[in-house]
Nanobody, 126 residues
Framework: QVHLVESGGGSVDAGGSLRLSCESP????????MAWFRQVPGKERERVAR????????DYSDSVKGRFTISKDIVKDILYLQMSDLKPEDTAMYYC???????????????????WGQGTQVTVSS
């Protein structure tokens, strides 16, 4: 069984910063598409950032572009999401996702193609 463990969530004031981390005791992250999603109760899960199998190409949702940075420490095998200039609308449960397959030609789009963590809550107060 694969476990993805997120950490780093918390409560901050608007304009503040947080860094989320994701690691797994069982799953090597090398060669996998990795992503951060977020979800608010009653709404669909939204992908906020993604990195390809080489960790080179990075995509961001328009809502976080310029404020969030996804990165992967290939030595420690940890995925990060650095979040800056946080806004109340960033309040959500944040989930780490790792592609089930390694060395794919393209990152999958369906949720079932990823392993998921349990999530870490981020709350931003105005």
């Amino acid at each position: 069984q694969v476990h993805l463990v997120e950490s780093g969530g918390g409560s901050v004031d608007a304009g503040g910063s947080l860094r989320l981390s994701c690691e797994s005791p069982e799953l090597p992250f090398s060669g996998r598409c990795m992503a951060w999603f977020r979800q608010v109760p009653g709404k669909e899960r939204e992908r906020v950032a993604r990195t390809d199998i080489g960790g080179i190409r990075k995509d961001y949702s328009d809502s976080v572009k310029g404020r969030f940075t996804i990165s992967k420490d290939i030595v420690k095998d940890i995925l990060y999401l650095q979040m800056s200039d946080l806004k109340p609308e960033d309040t959500a449960m944040y989930y780490c996702a790792a592609g089930r397959q390694q060395w794919t030609a393209a990152c999958p789009v369906d949720f079932s193609s990823y392993y998921w963590g349990q999530g870490t809550q981020v709350t931003v107060s105005s």
